[in-house]
């Protein structure tokens, strides 16, 4: 007799948003004037990182980001620990075998600003495959926080959906539909550090913005240019830098879509080909070609 265990650890609870600070415009004018104080330098790969090149961030990116979500964390923790990445390159330059060591005492100290229950440092350490001790990885955690002064509660894009959603006329079945959209666009915005040179507040809208656009949710007599112009108005963004970073944020995801497809494709045809060499020379005739 077997004995299947098929309990599952139920996901911790978290306080809904209040809609009384939800419907304060002061919250979102302090959410924009601190967002500033947290963005990391555009142009670190040139003037900071010898070693570090921007390929080698995106590869960092994607383990960091497989390490969430396999982990089930917040959504915010991944948009936090690549804000933690991009500042700390911002000032200090790095050997390329510190890379991921960096990327995860980042996750540590995001899931434990984030997260009810936080990343282990002994689960991170195996995710590394062991390449990194426990001791690295702590004695990592206080030189990060003191490069980053201690100041770990970044502005980040995902703070403002909320705010941005609760003044959008959208159907309110598609409020979460277009939320999780939009948390999906940022992780992908976070992969790639041309984006840095947007604020927080427009990754949001234009997260958004492109959310609405390809779920084709309609906003009662708002079209595609009133939607882009209502939200613009909502974060005081310009409308064509919104435009910009929007169609951005659409071409990142067709890109990374179109290079799924083909790593999907050449995973197919090479397990195919292994197939095909596993099998017997002289393989017998199938009965279905054969006439009788």
């Known amino acids: 007799m077997e004995l ?15 809609p009384q600070l939800l419907g304060d415009r002061r919250v979102l004018q302090n959410l924009l004037s601190q967002e500033e104080r947290y963005s990391p330098s555009v142009s670190y790969f040139h003037c900071v990182q010898r070693e570090i090149k921007p390929y080698m961030r995106k590869m960092l990116a994607f383990w960091m980001l497989e390490v969430c979500e396999e982990q089930k964390c917040e959504e915010e923790v991944f948009p936090l620990a690549m804000n933690y990445v991009d500042r700390y390159l911002s000032s200090v330059s790095i050997r390329k075998n510190h890379l991921q060591l960096l990327g995860a005492v980042c996750m540590l100290l995001a899931s434990k600003l984030r997260e009810t229950m936080p990343l282990t440092v ?13 001791q690295q990885l702590l004695d990592w955690e206080v030189l990060v926080l003191e490069k980053l002064k201690w100041d770990l509660v970044s502005v980040i894009a995902n703070d403002f959906l909320a705010h941005i959603l609760h003044q959008l006329p959208l159907p309110k079945d598609k409020v979460e539909l277009v939320k999780k959209h939009a948390q999906t666009f940022i992780a992908l915005c976070a992969t790639d550090y041309t984006f840095a040179m947007y604020p927080p507040s427009m990754i ?41 970073c929007q169609e951005q944020i659409e071409a990142a995801l067709a890109e990374s879509l ?5 790593t999907q494709q050449e995973y197919s045809a090479a397990k195919t080909a292994a197939y095909s060499a596993s099998q ?6 199938d009965v279905t070609d054969i006439n009788l």
């Open 204 to 244: 949001a809208t234009g997260s958004i913005g492109a959310a609405i656009h390809g779920l084709m949710v309609s906003m009662n007599d708002f079209t595609g240019e009133a939607i882009t112009e209502l939200l613009a108005s909502i974060t005081g963004t310009e409308v064509d830098c919104l435009k910009a």
């Open 280 to 285: 017997p020379t002289s393989t017998p005739t």
């Open 4 to 18: 299947l265990c098929v309990e599952t650890i139920p996901r911790v609870p978290r306080a809904g948003r209040d």
């Open 122 to 134: 002994e689960k991170l350490c195996i995710y590394t495959d062991n390449s990194i001790t426990p």
């Open 258 to 262: 179109k290079q799924a497809s083909q």
